[in-house]
């Protein structure tokens, strides 16, 4: 809330500058978030008197006036105003004047008589909607006086950011002029003012106030004032709204704006005589309808909360009045609310109704029940003033009486918290500043603090420690070093193997993306992946920010696509959380660690895919991961397996161990690649981090070295197609038995149906070297089995 | 006699292969000197007919002999070889490019997030981390900040759809059953609580989300970092923080760092504060990235709420702690004067081959 320095100067009895105000506020009690000099746009604007008026020699309508601005400065102005008469005082625009309204100001012909400037309406000068004629300004105002200083506007705004926890007493200026004293070291200015008693006449003629939900509607304070005249507010009043951002509007809105901004408390004025019978505050009924002052028809529920006559909805409680009931200029009877409404239930009304007000802002941030007698004072003082208006009634139903409480504060526990000793004294004297009475109890370290109920946010002792420390500067705590043991902290695994993989990930040439948690519907269609499975956003940025990742990979596809702009080959990688929406409807998220490769040529029989999985090999033996308990299968077997929608049907497998799935690996599926404008250069991996982690290798042991020369025969077997390398190096595994120590595949070659492998074998064992007849003798078992099982034969 | 034998032999050996210029005369000078038929070896051979006296005598000087001839045999052989290349038709370009090898390179957060645990760790912190998708127990209400509170609006909040049945959206009782995206790392401080007592110290990093619309400073996801220590009463206060923060960032910026405490709000915390850093960029005389205040605002932080503890599980004042959180978003943009916030999730390689 921007704050007029001049009336916090004059509520609190500072004598701070703007700046140096700021600076307290900001070392001991809220954020300032900007100070400004308050834009007036009244820089050309000064009072002049009309010392002659003479008709305008060609317009009926038109009058010149001479004005007289200053001891040798007299103009000639043009006039069409039906109020300007001779001696006016009246406010003068010079030329190069830009008014608040956006009005520029400059020397004119008018008809053929010059105007040096303009003599404004209220309206003009930004002072209200009357344009109805020129502003008439009292005869006292001194002849040159500037504007701005005269209707007070010459003043310096200060921001401040009041954090909900003192939205209950510093969202007004009073309470920030009381913080503002404490700070200072002194009592506020305006609590010196002796209020005087209220005298509600015996014969009481405000209507009835009834309470029927007592739990929403705490207090209802009602005033009724006869025979108002709606008009101006002076000028003092005016300025002061203006200062705040808010339009003066007519007398009795205006003291209720003024009497909010002042104490924080929000009032409502209806007009008494389209009221009928008794007020309720209770629950809307179903569907019941009220027309706002906005003009908006609201439908209501059960659960908003309604103030109504005997017959209809009148306002809904805390947010806004309704039309019918409001004021008006033909107003003459008035009834005044100065309620108290439970703060969550005004948040709920205004959220469901999307309605945020001045009024709910505050209401929200339980205000003091106890605020509407003082409230009801100072307006009854105003509207008899300002309106002429009599108190013909109030009524005052505050069911449950809010009482201040009290909180007894260790001296011990302050500087346990603090970290710092705090004398008594000063103890003391800073919750005193405050507005607290402390008590000492006797031959203790400790007080009893009564706290008063503007101060809903103090309730135990941490409360009343943070106010002695900020009243004290947390400056005043010197840094202290912890006396901890020295045990070990537990380790995060999940979080040590996170580090190892992206180390070696970006050792291994692959760099580290990191992209939305959240895609749209399209790139769901486009990755072919079940919109059902995502978990959605109710409220999302965009629809194209609305699913939950189930993969990192729709994302990835995307900026592969932009990377190949400037990159023509690369590998990426992303960890993170995906999620899915289980069965029972829950969310469920995992760590996924998914890889991106686009190659510089295009994969002709899979060489990108076996690109891939060369990365994933070294990838796994880096990690010391079991590798024998990781199977490559076929994807058909997994159609559970989300993203194997978007990855080529005969160019993919899935990492299988113990029977579950626990990643995939393959190139993209060609009506993938077209949706994303990709060309078949791209492979992706993906695994579920977790389960690598267990499949590290809780214990590695040394294997001696081979003392024993290993021989080396090569073998190349044809098979039919469809027999596979997984296949044969089972076989191998199988027949050669113990002797056969590696075999690596160094040859394919496929031709007429039939496909030929060709291994390197290396035969050896660990306590001699083999005899040629013993390698025959695997060599030939290998043949044989292949013979047997796949109807392979030897090629020569 | 001998002796004088030996010793004129080394000077004639040494003579003759300074006169050596070719591969060819080394060989030969070789056989003369060092080979099995050479007077010297003669010499060696005959060691054995001698007396004792003598042997004692010529011995040590033969075998000495030898290695001095052999040795300058040796360095001959080297400078012939070198002599031998033609070295500028060996000659390369030495600023020619090395072979291309691919690197990867860590997201800076990565990298930010890594440098940060470390100094954590070594001050015996432990990382932690929880999930992103959080109830709305967890992240607000276990943390004091009830339903229908103002500071709900402090952190604008993405919400999922009720999974299944769309009534089921919040049980009144407990822990609510509502599910968001979680707007700070701190829900993990009331899962480490339910499941460990005190003395704690963690550091939890983590991806973040609010409901906010982007442009270049603001992200609707970034990451953040939380720390928070726990003891009994009297064991850790305000001043601890002051020196935990002040250790950590004298540690993060490799010089002296002071931070300084402004009151605040925060639901889950009292004391509140926000805290700032020295700017460490103008030493504290005002430059465009302090806003000329000297100071940069870092983060907020304050001593655990005690209802905060009793949501956790503890008692009420059994325990005390603080809390804070920094963005590791924000320090990244700050360490590396990165202009835009959204390069960070851009996925853009020109950004990230950068780190």
Redo the contacts between chains.
């Keep these: 809330m921007k704050y007029s320095y001049h009336w916090l100067k004059e509520l609190s009895g500072t004598k701070k500058s703007a700046e140096q105000l700021s600076k307290l506020l900001m070392t001991h009690a809220f954020e300032v978030e900007g100070i400004e000099k308050f834009e007036h746009g009244l820089e050309g604007v000064v009072a002049g008197k009309v010392v002659s008026l003479e008709k305008h020699p060609n317009a009926d309508k038109l009058r010149v006036a001479r004005v007289q601005l200053g001891k040798r400065d007299t103009r000639e102005i043009v006039c069409g105003a039906p109020n300007i008469a001779q001696g006016q005082m009246v406010a003068v625009a010079v030329p190069g004047t830009k008014l608040p309204g956006g009005i520029e100001i400059s020397e004119v012909k008018l008809r053929g008589v010059t105007s040096q400037g303009m003599i404004c309406s209220a309206k003009e000068l930004g002072l209200g909607d009357d344009h109805s004629g020129i502003m008439v300004l009292p005869d006292d105002t001194p002849v040159g006086a500037l504007m701005a200083k005269y209707f007070g506007f010459d003043d310096t705004l200060i921001e401040v950011k009041v954090l909900p926890d003192r939205g209950s007493d510093a969202l007004a200026y009073q309470g920030l002029a009381r913080e503002i004293a404490a700070l200072d070291g002194h009592a506020p200015r305006f609590a010196e003012k002796q209020l005087k008693p209220i005298r509600v006449p015996s014969y009481n003629r405000a209507p009835k106030v009834i309470i029927e939900d007592k739990q929403d509607c705490l207090r209802y304070l009602g005033l009724s004032f006869k025979d108002v005249t709606i008009g101006t507010s002076p000028l003092w009043l005016q300025s002061k709204l203006i200062l705040s951002g808010l339009r003066p509007i007519n007398n009795i809105v205006d003291v209720t704006n003024y009497l909010m901004l002042l104490t924080g408390q929000p009032l409502h004025a209806f007009d008494a005589d389209q009221l009928s019978g008794a007020i309720t505050a209770r629950r809307a009924k179903k569907g019941e309808k009220l027309e706002l002052l906005t003009g908006e028809t609201k439908r209501l529920t059960r659960d908003d909360l309604v103030i109504a006559d005997n017959k209809n909805a009148l306002a809904l409680a805390g947010v806004m009045g309704g039309v019918k009931s409001g004021v008006t200029d033909k107003t003459r009877n008035l009834f005044m609310e100065i309620a108290n409404f439970k703060s969550g239930l005004i948040r709920q009304t205004r959220t469901r109704h999307n309605l945020a007000t001045d009024a709910s802002y505050r209401f929200e941030r339980n205000l003091d029940a106890n605020l509407p007698a003082e409230v009801a004072r100072e307006a009854i003082a105003l509207v008899t003033e300002l309106t002429g208006g009599k108190l013909s009634g109030m009524r005052d139903v505050y069911p449950k009486k809010i009482t201040s409480w009290k909180i007894s504060l260790s001296l011990e526990r302050v500087k346990s918290v603090l970290g710092t000793e705090v004398p008594m004294f000063e103890v003391v004297q800073h919750l005193a500043l405050l507005g607290l009475k402390v008590k000492k109890v006797a031959a203790k370290e400790q007080i009893e603090v009564s706290i008063p109920t503007r101060r809903p946010d103090l309730r135990d002792e941490w409360d009343l420690i943070e106010e002695i420390g900020r009243m004290r500067g947390y400056d005043k705590i010197r840094p202290a070093a912890p006396l901890v043991p020295l045990a070990a902290k537990p380790l995060n695994e999940g979080k040590r193997f996170e580090r190892a993989v992206k180390t070696y990930l970006a050792h291994a040439g692959f760099d580290e993306v990191m992209t939305y948690s959240f895609y749209g519907e399209k790139d769901a269609e486009r990755a072919g992946l079940p919109l059902e499975r995502h978990l959605e956003v109710e409220n999302p940025l965009s629809p194209e920010l609305r699913l939950l990742r189930l993969s990192h990979l729709p994302l990835l596809l995307r900026k592969a696509k932009e990377n190949i702009r400037s990159y023509d080959a690369f590998d990426l990688f992303e960890w993170g959380s995906v999620f899915a929406k289980q069965k029972s409807g829950e969310p469920a998220e995992v760590k996924s660690l998914e890889w991106l490769t686009v190659t510089a040529e295009k994969s002709g029989r899979g060489e990108v895919f076996f690109g891939m999985k060369g990365r994933v090999e070294a990838f796994f033996e880096s990690l010391h991961l079991q590798e024998e308990e990781i199977v490559f299968e076929s994807p058909e077997r997994y159609a559970e397996v989300p993203v194997l929608s978007l990855l080529h049907p005969t160019r993919s497998a899935v990492f299988v161990h113990a029977g579950k799935p626990i990643g995939v690996i393959g190139e993209i599926h060609p009506k993938v690649l077209k949706a994303y404008g990709l060309e078949p250069r791209v492979a992706v991996a993906g695994f579920v981090v977790d389960a690598l982690r267990q499949l590290q290798k809780k214990e590695r042991e040394f294997t001696p070295l081979q003392k024993f020369p290993y021989a080396v025969r090569d073998i190349s077997l044809t098979f039919p197609r469809t027999v596979s390398v997984g296949q044969v190096e089972k076989l191998l595994r199988e027949a050669g038995s113990l002797l056969l120590q590696r075999f690596e595949l160094f040859d394919i070659y496929e031709q007429d149906g039939e496909k030929s492998l060709a291994f390197h074998l290396s035969f050896g064992a660990s306590d001699r070297t083999l005899s040629s007849a013993e390698m025959d003798a695997a060599f030939d078992r290998i043949v044989a089995l292949a013979a047997e099982r796949f109807q392979a034969r030897l090629r020569t | 006699m001998l002796q004088e034998k030996i010793q004129a032999l080394y000077a004639e050996g040494k003579k003759g292969l300074e006169t050596v210029k070719t591969k060819a005369e080394l060989e030969v000078w070789e056989v003369k000197y060092l080979g099995r038929k050479s007077e010297l070896n003669e010499i060696l051979k005959g060691l054995k007919d001698l007396s004792a006296e003598e042997k004692r005598a010529i011995g040590p000087l033969a075998n000495r002999t030898k290695q001095d001839l052999l040795r300058d045999f040796e360095k001959m052989k080297q400078d012939l070889l070198e002599k031998s290349i033609d070295w500028e038709r060996e000659a390369i370009d030495v600023t020619a490019p090395g072979v291309f090898m691919?690197?990867?390179?860590?997201?800076p957060?990565?990298q930010l997030e890594?440098q940060i645990?470390d100094i954590f760790?070594s001050m015996?912190?432990?990382?932690?981390?929880g999930?992103?998708?959080e109830s709305e127990w967890y992240n607000f209400d276990a943390l004091n900040v009830p339903?229908?509170?103002?500071?709900r609006?402090?952190q604008d909040t993405?919400?999922?759809?009720?999974?299944?049945?769309k009534t089921k959206a919040k049980k009144t009782d407990e822990k609510s059953e509502r599910?968001l995206?979680r707007t700070h790392t701190s829900p993990v401080q009331i899962r480490y609580m339910e499941t460990h007592k005190p003395?704690l110290?963690i550091v939890v990093p983590g991806?973040i989300?609010r409901?906010?619309?982007?442009d270049a400073s603001h992200e609707?996801?970034f990451h953040q970092f939380e720390c928070l220590?726990v003891?009994e009463?009297?064991?850790?206060?305000?001043?601890?923080f002051?020196?935990?923060a002040?250790m950590f960032f004298t540690q993060f910026f490799g010089e002296k760092t002071h931070i300084?405490?402004?009151?605040?709000?925060f639901?889950f915390t009292?004391?509140?504060?926000?805290f700032d850093i020295n700017c460490l960029l103008c030493k504290g005389h005002g430059c465009p990235t302090c806003k000329q205040s000297g100071w940069l605002e870092l983060g907020g932080a304050g001593?655990v709420?005690?209802n905060v503890f009793e949501a956790a599980g503890y008692k009420r004042g059994e325990y005390?702690g603080f809390a804070w959180g920094f963005g590791l978003t924000r320090m990244a943009m700050m360490k590396y004067k990165i202009s835009d916030i959204r390069l960070?999730?851009s996925?853009?390689?020109?950004f990230?081959?950068q780190f």
């Design positions: 691919r690197r990867g390179h860590l997201h957060i990565t890594h645990e760790t015996g912190f432990a990382v932690a981390d999930p992103e998708v339903a229908d509170h103002p500071a609006d402090m993405f919400w999922l759809k009720a999974g299944g049945a599910f995206l003395p110290r991806r989300f409901n906010e619309a982007t609707h996801t220590m003891d009463p009297g064991k850790v206060s305000v001043a601890t002051k020196y935990v002040e300084r405490l402004r009151p605040s709000y639901p009292e004391p509140s504060f926000e001593m709420h005690q005390q960070l999730m996925g853009d390689l020109r990230i081959r």
